[in-house]
Structures are given as structure tokens and as C-alpha cells.
């Protein structure tokens, strides 16, 4: 052991002469300067390691934050060496100054890499900074003396104990300065320019002072015995020293304009990134609300692990009303309530458009399917009983029901067609409980839904081939002389026949159809009175149509109406609008101004199902009606339930005391047609006096030629 010792420090075991040597202050000078550099830009590259989160491109940019550091640290001791004058012939072993750059870059590798961040407010520990410091001071160390080692000359190289201990306790200490410096101020690394720069520009310059320190610390240490050569020195031409430099600044140059570079991309793809976060939180995020639309709802169900579920899709009763009401703004505070509510019930929830929502159950007790079925009907009513509870909406209480239609289903199966079925479900539920209902889908429900679609397209192309005619059912007064006649629209469907208007009517309601098809019939029934009033036998005869609530509310009907009417060229005295009571409902004041309109024109207004649907006697008062019709429903009965010959007696009497007349259909034996005459009817309508026919066989039997 000590044979080594003797080999590596001055203990006065040379014979040989100490040669002494000086520094060149300007390259002196020019080393730290690279140090300083060196080391800013590595902790400038290693900024870019800890803007990514991905661990390849983090070790890839701590790689080169700490190649950058390694090579400083080399460059520095090179560039120092070349300031060091002394009247040796001195050469450097290629493999050993290669290899003594792997401990400088190796220790800025680990001291550097305890630093990353690992999550935005990670801070490394005490101990493990304290550790890293070490480490870097033994990485400098090491490349120094390493270094020294491949130095060649005719002599000896030793070390002063003491100045070599010194240099160690420089790299040791002020290695632990610099990472605790930088672990302190990389917090800064968030706040303005100026923090960001001192945040390392700081640690830098301890780190070069460490760098710097220990090397020309070790170069006190370090005694040269030899034999003093009159054309051997290790006095380099300058401009190598200078070249070195240079080149070290351009590389530090690059390093840091690649850096900014890939701040650049890295900003361009994390802007891309959170753009496309963004787009896709808009394309499957409902805004009103914040729970997800109907594009998630379809992606979530394709997600779903295999098992059974229940899609439940509900919507709020009158919530129309409300909106119509109130403005649409309560209608959007109300909505947000339900998405609040349901965010609590940890199940995925969905909105799915106006004031349609869904909800994805797991069933549970899939062996059992009773048992499931009815835990699960129990849990959503618990949820209906939640959402129907009252909302608190600006200065008043709001209280809304919520109809729902249920589907259990496989995961795997086709989105849209589970999806489709639950809607089925709920309007089935509206169509028969009106509020609160609940309706489980059965596959009769999509095969009514099927045949709904092929007769609402045979609907439209009837429309376009005429297969829909009006039909003419005779009045008479209690004489038994013809006073006027009811149009009623009749389908012949090429294949199956004649089609009820029980059927078609309502499809033609709710697909907006009636609109044309109403418009279609005022056309003919004022083609008719045209063609009446050429005859003396049939130009007193009075034309009555039906007129539904949709069409009536049309902006433009009045408009529309009075054009036809004159087009006609016909009296429209002659011309009988039958509504029905669920017009009321409506706008009344609206209802009222266009009736008036249209009787100030000569059009005259009949109550049809008169008692049948939303009765109040008031605007029997205010609005323009001329003509009560006593329902088939109470004529059919009457004879023989006494409370329908009251209704039917109330409804005579009612309307005489208004000054309007009655009108009886469905009269279909003598017997209803002289209790009629006895209570005072005015016209009756029914099978017992004629059944319902085309114009043209109406007219024949009329003998209008």
C-alpha cells in the first residue's frame, strides 16, 4: 500500500528536480467562462427533460443535459491545461483523456436526474440533493485527475497531500452548493423571465466555480519533477486555446437553440394536444350541463364491460310549457339542476338533447332475471323520485315530473339500436300516463314503431298520387230536409284498403302533415261550395270541415284561408270551421283574434266532441262559436244510460241559453232521432240519414247536374 502512496503524493521520495510552471490569465479567464456556459446550458437543456412526460424523451433530453455538463466539465479541464506553462515536453495519452470524460458526464447524469421533476410540484429531498452534490464533486474530481493521469513527459507527476484533499473538499462542497442552489430556485422556473434566468444562472456559476475550483486547486497540488528541456514546454500556441473555446461556445450555442426549438415544437404539439382535448370535450361534452351527449353516450356504450344493463331515458313533462312560460332561461336553470343531480348519483349520465337525459345501470342478479329486473325498476324509481323532487329556480318553486323508458340490454350490442329501443320505451310511456309513467320495452313497441314509419311514408305519397278524398256526410234539420254537410277525409291505401282516419290523423298530427293535407281539404270543400252555388237545389247547403289545433295556429292560416276564399270566388257564409277543445288550450287571446277575423270575413265556427276533452264555459262566452256538436259518444248511449240523456239534455239547454245551434252525429235509429227533435236539436248527422260518400256520388243523389 504504501509503494502506492508513493507513487501518487509528494512525500518527498523524488530525486529528480521540481519544476515549477505558471497560468495564462486570459486562458485562465477564457476556462471558466466556458464552465459557465457549459453549465447553464445543460440546466437549460435539463428544463426541457422536465417539460415532458414521457420517459423517453425525459432521459433522452437528462442524456444530453448531462453529455453537455460532461463535456463542459472536460473542455474546462483542457483549455486550463493549455494556460498551465510549464518547460516540459508534455503529450496526452488518446485513450485516457477519451475515458476521462465518462465519470464527469456520468455524475451530472445522476446529479441532474434526481432534480427532475416528477410531478409539477415535486421538490427532491434534502438528503437526496445533499447526495447528488456529492456525487457531482467526485464525477469532477474524477475527470481531473483521470486526466492528469494521460499527461506523458520525461518525469514525474505528484501530489501535495494537503492541496489535494483541499481540492477534493472544493468539489465535494461546492457540488453540494450547486444542487442544493438549484433545488431551491427551481421553483422559479414558473415566474417571470428574469427568476427564470437567475434560477440558473445562479447554480451555473457554482457549478463553474466547483469546476474551476477543484481544477485549480488540483494544479496547486500537483508537482512536477523532471528534467528541465531547452525545446520541450507545454506552452501551446494560443489560438488551439481560443479554437477550443470556440468551438465550445458554438456547440453551447446550438444546444441552446436546439432546446428553444424544441420548446417550440413541444408548445406546437402540446397546443395541438390540448386543442384536440378541447375539441373532443365540445364533441362529446354537453355545454348546458357538463355531462356527456349523445356522441359519448354512443362511445361509452361500445366500451362497456360484458354484462347486462339498463339504459333508461327519461325527459321532463311540460317542460315546454315552462320555457314558454318563464323565457327560455329558466328552462336552461332547470336543466342544469337535473345534470347537478344527476352528477350525484355516480352513474354515467348523458344529455342527450333538449330536455332528454339517459342513464347506463348494471343489472345486477344477472342469473336471476326476475329478481334483476325488479332491483332495478326499484333503484329507478328511487331516481325518479330524486329528479321529481322540487327546484329552486330564481324566486319561485318549481315543480316538474319525469317520464322514462327502459331497455335492458347486453353489452355488444348496436348503440344506436339500444338507444332506440329505451326512446320507444318513453313514448310509449307519455302516450299512456301523460307524466310520472314508466315504460319497459317490448318488441311490440318496435313493431308498432315500424309500421308508424312505412304508414307515415305511404302517408306522404298518398298526398302526392290522390289517394286521399273528402268524403261528404249529409245534416238535416229535425224536418228531415238537407240544411248542409260534414267533410270527412277518407284514405284509400292501394293495398290495404281503406285507412281509418283514427289512424292516420294522428300520425298526420304529429308529423306536421296535417298542415298540407289541411290545406288540401279547404281547397276542395271550396271547390265544392263553388260547385254548389251553381244549383239552386244545393247553394243553402252549408259545408262544415274539420280544422286541427296545428293548422289553426299557423301564423299565416287567416291569410291563407281568406286567399282561397276569394280565388274560390265562394260565399264563405256557406263554409263551417269545425275545432275542437284542446284549441283552447293554446294562446286563447290569439285563438280569439283570428276567429274574429275569419267571422268578420262571413266563416262561421262549430265546437266538434263538444264535452268531450277540455271543457270550460267561458270561452263558450267570449269566443265567436255558432254551432255546439253533441259527441256520437253521448247520442250512442243515450237511450239507454240516463246520465248521457242528462249530458246530452244539458248540452240542448246550454246552448240555447247561448244563442248557438246543435248539431247531433252518430244518430243511427229513429228512436235517437226523435229524442233529439224532443230536446230541440237543431240538425242531426248519422247512418239513418246517409252515409259518408264522395262529392260526386253526394252530388248525384242531390241531382246537381
Same mark, same amino acid.
Not at 521540481?18 to 437549460?44: K, M, N, P, R
Not at 427532491?124 to 474530481?141: C, E, R, T
Not at 395541438?272 to 378541447?278: D, F, N, S, T
Not at 284542446?582 to 287571446?589: F, G, T
Given at each position: 500500500?504504501?509503494?502506492?502512496?508513493?507513487?501518487?503524493?509528494?512525500?518527498?521520495?523524488?530525486?529528480?528536480?521540481?519544476?515549477?510552471?505558471?497560468?495564462?490569465?486570459?486562458?485562465?479567464?477564457?476556462?471558466?467562462?466556458?464552465?459557465?456556459?457549459? #453549465?447553464?446550458? %445543460?440546466?437549460?437543456?435539463?428544463?426541457?427533460?422536465?417539460?415532458?412526460?414521457?420517459?423517453?424523451?425525459?432521459?433522452?433530453?437528462?442524456?444530453?443535459?448531462?453529455?453537455?455538463?460532461?463535456?463542459?466539465?472536460?473542455?474546462? *479541464?483542457?483549455?486550463?491545461?493549455?494556460?498551465?506553462?510549464?518547460?516540459?515536453?508534455?503529450? *496526452?495519452?488518446?485513450?485516457?483523456?477519451?475515458?476521462?470524460?465518462?465519470?464527469?458526464?456520468?455524475?451530472?447524469?445522476?446529479?441532474?436526474?434526481?432534480?427532475?421533476?416528477? !410531478?409539477?410540484?415535486?421538490?427532491?429531498?434534502?438528503?437526496?440533493?445533499?447526495?447528488?452534490? #456529492?456525487?457531482?464533486?467526485?464525477?469532477?474530481?474524477?475527470?481531473?485527475?483521470?486526466?492528469? #493521469?494521460?499527461?506523458?513527459?520525461?518525469?514525474?507527476?505528484?501530489?501535495?497531500?494537503?492541496?489535494?484533499?483541499?481540492?477534493?473538499?472544493?468539489?465535494?462542497?461546492?457540488?453540494?452548493?450547486?444542487?442544493?442552489?438549484?433545488?431551491?430556485?427551481?421553483?422559479?422556473?414558473?415566474? @417571470?423571465?428574469?427568476? =427564470?434566468?437567475?434560477?440558473?444562472?445562479?447554480?451555473?456559476?457554482?457549478?463553474?466555480?466547483?469546476?474551476?475550483?477543484?481544477?485549480?486547486?488540483?494544479?496547486?497540488?500537483?508537482?512536477?519533477?523532471?528534467?528541465? $528541456?531547452?525545446?520541450?514546454?507545454?506552452?501551446? @500556441?494560443?489560438?488551439?486555446?481560443?479554437?477550443?473555446?470556440?468551438?465550445?461556445?458554438?456547440?453551447?450555442?446550438?444546444?441552446?437553440?436546439?432546446?428553444?426549438?424544441?420548446?417550440?415544437?413541444?408548445?406546437?404539439?402540446?397546443?395541438?394536444?390540448?386543442?384536440? &382535448?378541447?375539441?373532443?370535450?365540445?364533441?362529446?361534452?354537453?355545454?348546458? !350541463?357538463?355531462?356527456?351527449? +349523445?356522441?359519448?353516450?354512443?362511445?361509452?356504450?361500445?366500451?362497456? /364491460?360484458? &354484462?347486462?344493463?339498463?339504459?333508461?331515458?327519461?325527459?321532463?313533462?311540460?317542460?315546454?310549457?315552462?320555457?314558454?312560460?318563464?323565457?327560455?332561461?329558466?328552462?336552461?336553470?332547470?336543466?342544469?339542476?337535473?345534470?347537478?343531480?344527476?352528477?350525484?348519483?355516480?352513474?354515467?349520465?348523458?344529455?342527450?338533447?333538449?330536455?332528454?337525459?339517459?342513464?347506463?345501470? /348494471?343489472?345486477?342478479?344477472?342469473?336471476?332475471?326476475?329478481?334483476?329486473?325488479?332491483?332495478?325498476?326499484?333503484?329507478?324509481?328511487?331516481?325518479?323520485?330524486?329528479?321529481?323532487?322540487?327546484?329552486?329556480?330564481? *324566486?319561485?318553486?318549481?315543480?316538474?315530473?319525469?317520464?322514462?323508458?327502459? !331497455?335492458?340490454? &347486453?353489452?355488444?350490442?348496436?348503440?344506436?339500436?339500444?338507444?332506440?329501443?329505451?326512446?320507444?320505451?318513453?313514448?310509449?310511456?307519455?302516450?299512456?300516463?301523460?307524466?310520472?309513467?314508466?315504460?319497459?320495452?317490448?318488441?311490440?313497441?318496435?313493431?308498432?314503431?315500424?309500421? +308508424?314509419?312505412?304508414?307515415?311514408?305511404?302517408? =306522404?305519397?298518398?298526398?302526392?298520387?290522390?289517394?286521399? &278524398?273528402?268524403?261528404?256526410?249529409?245534416?238535416?234539420? /229535425?224536418?228531415?230536409?238537407?240544411?248542409?254537410?260534414?267533410?270527412?277525409?277518407?284514405?284509400?291505401?292501394?293495398? =290495404?284498403?281503406?285507412?281509418?282516419?283514427?289512424?292516420?290523423?294522428?300520425?298526420?298530427?304529429?308529423?306536421?302533415?296535417?298542415?298540407?293535407?289541411?290545406?288540401?281539404?279547404?281547397?276542395?270543400?271550396?271547390?265544392?261550395?263553388?260547385?254548389?252555388?251553381?244549383?239552386?237545389?244545393?247553394?243553402?247547403?252549408?259545408?262544415?270541415?274539420?280544422? @286541427?289545433?296545428?293548422?289553426?295556429?299557423?301564423?299565416?292560416?287567416?291569410?291563407?284561408?281568406?286567399?282561397?276564399?276569394?280565388?274560390?270566388?265562394?260565399?264563405?257564409?256557406?263554409?263551417?270551421?269545425?275545432?275542437?277543445? %284542446?284549441?283552447?288550450?293554446?294562446?286563447? $287571446?290569439?285563438?280569439?283574434?283570428?276567429?274574429?277575423?275569419?267571422?268578420?270575413?262571413?266563416? *262561421?265556427?262549430?265546437?266538434?266532441?263538444?264535452?268531450?276533452?277540455?271543457? %270550460?264555459?267561458?270561452?263558450?262566452?267570449?269566443?265567436?262559436?255558432?254551432?255546439?256538436?253533441?259527441?256520437?259518444?253521448?247520442?250512442?248511449?243515450?237511450?239507454?244510460?240516463? @246520465?248521457?240523456? %242528462?249530458?246530452?239534455?244539458?248540452?240542448?239547454?246550454?246552448?240555447?241559453?247561448?244563442?248557438?245551434?246543435?248539431?247531433?252525429?252518430?244518430?243511427?235509429?229513429?228512436?235517437?232521432?226523435?229524442?233529439?227533435?224532443?230536446?230541440?236539436?237543431?240538425?242531426?248527422?248519422?247512418?239513418?240519414?246517409?252515409?259518408?260518400? /264522395?262529392?260526386?256520388?253526394?252530388?248525384? #243523389?242531390?241531382?246537381?247536374?
Amino acid at each position: 500500500m504504501t509503494q502506492y502512496w508513493h507513487q501518487f503524493f509528494d512525500l518527498g521520495q523524488s530525486v529528480l528536480p521540481l519544476i515549477a510552471g505558471e497560468h495564462h490569465l486570459g486562458l485562465v479567464v477564457l476556462s471558466f467562462a466556458i464552465a459557465l456556459l457549459g #453549465a447553464y446550458t %445543460s440546466l437549460l437543456t435539463l428544463v426541457r427533460a422536465n417539460s415532458y412526460r414521457n420517459p423517453l424523451y425525459r432521459h433522452g433530453w437528462l442524456l444530453v443535459s448531462a453529455v453537455i455538463a460532461g463535456l463542459t466539465v472536460w473542455n474546462m *479541464h483542457f483549455i486550463g491545461m493549455l494556460a498551465f506553462k510549464i518547460p516540459l515536453a508534455i503529450e *496526452h495519452q488518446l485513450g485516457l483523456t477519451i475515458i476521462s470524460v465518462v465519470p464527469a458526464v456520468l455524475a451530472n447524469w445522476y446529479a441532474l436526474g434526481t432534480q427532475l421533476k416528477l !410531478t409539477p410540484q415535486y421538490v427532491p429531498s434534502l438528503s437526496k440533493s445533499l447526495f447528488a452534490g #456529492a456525487v457531482l464533486g467526485v464525477g469532477i474530481g474524477g475527470m481531473h485527475y483521470i486526466g492528469m #493521469a494521460a499527461m506523458q513527459f520525461n518525469g514525474v507527476l505528484l501530489y501535495h497531500v494537503g492541496w489535494f484533499l483541499t481540492s477534493i473538499v472544493v468539489a465535494l462542497t461546492l457540488g453540494v452548493i450547486a444542487m442544493l442552489t438549484y433545488r431551491n430556485l427551481a421553483r422559479y422556473e414558473q415566474r @417571470s423571465s428574469i427568476d =427564470r434566468f437567475a434560477s440558473r444562472l445562479l447554480p451555473a456559476t457554482v457549478i463553474a466555480v466547483a469546476i474551476s475550483g477543484m481544477h485549480y486547486t488540483a494544479m496547486t497540488a500537483a508537482r512536477f519533477y523532471g528534467i528541465v $528541456e531547452a525545446h520541450g514546454s507545454h506552452v501551446h @500556441s494560443n489560438w488551439l486555446a481560443y479554437v477550443i473555446g470556440f468551438a465550445a461556445v458554438i456547440a453551447a450555442v446550438v444546444a441552446v437553440v436546439g432546446t428553444k426549438v424544441d420548446k417550440r415544437l413541444y408548445l406546437q404539439t402540446k397546443s395541438q394536444r390540448e386543442a384536440k &382535448q378541447i375539441i373532443h370535450h365540445l364533441a362529446t361534452q354537453d355545454a348546458l !350541463t357538463g355531462l356527456a351527449n +349523445r356522441q359519448q353516450l354512443l362511445e361509452h356504450l361500445e366500451q362497456l /364491460p360484458v &354484462q347486462f344493463y339498463a339504459l333508461v331515458v327519461f325527459d321532463l313533462d311540460k317542460f315546454k310549457a315552462l320555457n314558454n312560460t318563464y323565457g327560455a332561461s329558466y328552462g336552461d336553470m332547470l336543466l342544469r339542476q337535473v345534470g347537478e343531480r344527476l352528477n350525484k348519483l355516480n352513474l354515467f349520465c348523458a344529455r342527450t338533447g333538449g330536455n332528454e337525459f339517459v342513464l347506463v345501470l /348494471p343489472c345486477p342478479h344477472e342469473q336471476n332475471v326476475s329478481l334483476s329486473q325488479n332491483t332495478t325498476l326499484a333503484r329507478i324509481k328511487e331516481i325518479q323520485a330524486q329528479l321529481e323532487a322540487p327546484y329552486q329556480l330564481g *324566486h319561485f318553486t318549481h315543480l316538474c315530473t319525469v317520464s322514462i323508458g327502459i !331497455t335492458r340490454f &347486453q353489452a355488444g350490442g348496436e348503440p344506436d339500436v339500444i338507444l332506440g329501443e329505451a326512446s320507444l320505451a318513453l313514448a310509449q310511456a307519455k302516450l299512456n300516463h301523460h307524466h310520472s309513467g314508466i315504460e319497459i320495452f317490448r318488441s311490440e313497441l318496435a313493431e308498432q314503431a315500424a309500421k +308508424r314509419i312505412a304508414l307515415e311514408s305511404d302517408l =306522404r305519397h298518398a298526398m302526392n298520387q290522390q289517394q286521399l &278524398q273528402l268524403f261528404l256526410q249529409g245534416q238535416v234539420d /229535425p224536418q228531415g230536409k238537407l240544411v248542409g254537410a260534414e267533410g270527412l277525409l277518407r284514405w284509400q291505401h292501394p293495398q =290495404r284498403g281503406f285507412i281509418s282516419p283514427a289512424e292516420f290523423i294522428p300520425l298526420a298530427e304529429d308529423t306536421g302533415l296535417i298542415i298540407p293535407i289541411g290545406r288540401w281539404v279547404i281547397e276542395q270543400a271550396c271547390a265544392i261550395l263553388k260547385q254548389w252555388q251553381l244549383s239552386s237545389n244545393t247553394e243553402t247547403l252549408t259545408l262544415a270541415i274539420n280544422v @286541427s289545433g296545428r293548422q289553426f295556429q299557423q301564423p299565416d292560416f287567416v291569410d291563407n284561408l281568406s286567399r282561397q276564399i276569394k280565388q274560390a270566388g265562394i260565399n264563405p257564409q256557406r263554409l263551417k270551421l269545425e275545432v275542437t277543445e %284542446s284549441l283552447m288550450l293554446h294562446d286563447v $287571446e290569439l285563438v280569439a283574434e283570428k276567429m274574429k277575423a275569419l267571422t268578420k270575413l262571413g266563416v *262561421h265556427f262549430a265546437i266538434d266532441d263538444f264535452g268531450t276533452g277540455y271543457s %270550460s264555459l267561458s270561452y263558450l262566452a267570449e269566443l265567436p262559436f255558432e254551432t255546439l256538436k253533441i259527441d256520437i259518444s253521448f247520442v250512442r248511449d243515450m237511450l239507454t244510460q240516463p @246520465s248521457m240523456a %242528462s249530458i246530452v239534455k244539458a248540452i240542448v239547454q246550454l246552448a240555447e241559453s247561448l244563442n248557438l245551434t246543435t248539431v247531433a252525429e252518430g244518430v243511427e235509429t229513429p228512436e235517437q232521432a226523435a229524442y233529439l227533435k224532443q230536446l230541440g236539436c237543431h240538425a242531426l248527422q248519422g247512418y239513418l240519414f246517409s252515409r259518408p260518400a /264522395p262529392s260526386a256520388a253526394f252530388d248525384e #243523389a242531390l241531382h246537381i247536374h
